[in-house]
């Protein structure tokens, strides 16, 4: 199963964009990569899924280049409600997917 | 997505005792996943609960101390069984289908005295 790293924790200001990089230099051919948003005391929302290049919706982008050794979720104009812990996995057919340790984003004022 | 109701959402056990969690989704789910998430840490996976099947487990979890059952595609539990101190953590249910994408419960948080 392709291991996941990424920073332990991140400062941002209120409307900046925040990128976020997780590294999976061994992910398989069958490999998504997807990013889970966690809150204190509540289970991780799905966010954003991609497999290559880049995908967008209403709340991220994903960007994802060529070798898809990595790939970096962007939060457009953070806000403080967006301040959580931002987790990357990688897997195939969502059946193995194994969390890291995540990123703990704090958005200030 | 799917609409999990994840109960108990905390609970308080002595050390010894049993404690069952369950999860009702309001529609029928390919896949239920059962994960732990110990105080200050990531999730764990414990196991995949099989629909009419014996669980498969992750390593370092064994049946006999979570029991898992799955009798149909809607419903699922977790019993953490003879409980310690060390198994205060939050439990997680997670399911998927091809409709309704992924889903979390909200958690099951157990502290146990």
């Known amino acids: 199963l392709a291991k996941t790293t990424q920073p332990i924790s991140m400062d941002s200001y209120e409307g900046q964009e925040v990128n976020i990089t997780c590294s999976h230099n061994?992910?398989?051919?069958?490999?998504?990569i997807t990013w889970y948003q966690q809150f204190p005391s509540q289970g991780p929302r799905f966010i954003i899924q991609g497999y290559k290049t880049k995908v967008t919706n209403e709340v991220a982008s994903l960007f994802i280049p060529a070798d898809r050794k990595s790939s970096t979720l962007s939060l457009p104009r953070v806000s403080l409600s967006d301040t959580a812990v931002y987790y990357c996995l990688v897997g195939y057919n969502n059946n193995d997917m194994r969390f890291g340790a995540g990123t703990r984003l704090t958005v200030k004022p | 997505s799917a609409v999990i109701s994840q109960k108990p959402s905390r609970d308080i056990c002595q050390r010894g005792t049993s404690l069952t969690i369950q999860c009702q989704v309001d529609s029928q789910v390919t896949m239920m996943f059962w994960y732990r998430q110990q105080p200050g840490q990531s999730l764990t996976l414990i196991a995949t609960a099989n629909q009419g099947s014996e669980a498969t487990y992750e390593s370092g979890f064994v049946i006999d101390k979570f029991p898992i059952s799955r009798p149909n595609l809607t419903f699922s539990t977790l019993t953490v069984s003879n409980m310690s101190p060390e198994d205060s953590s939050i439990y997680l249910c997670?399911?998927?289908?091809?409709?309704?994408?992924?889903?979390f419960g909200s958690g099951t948080r157990l502290t146990v005295v």
């Open positions: 997670r399911t998927w289908s091809r409709n309704y994408g992924y889903t």
């Open positions: 061994n992910i398989a051919t069958n490999d998504y």
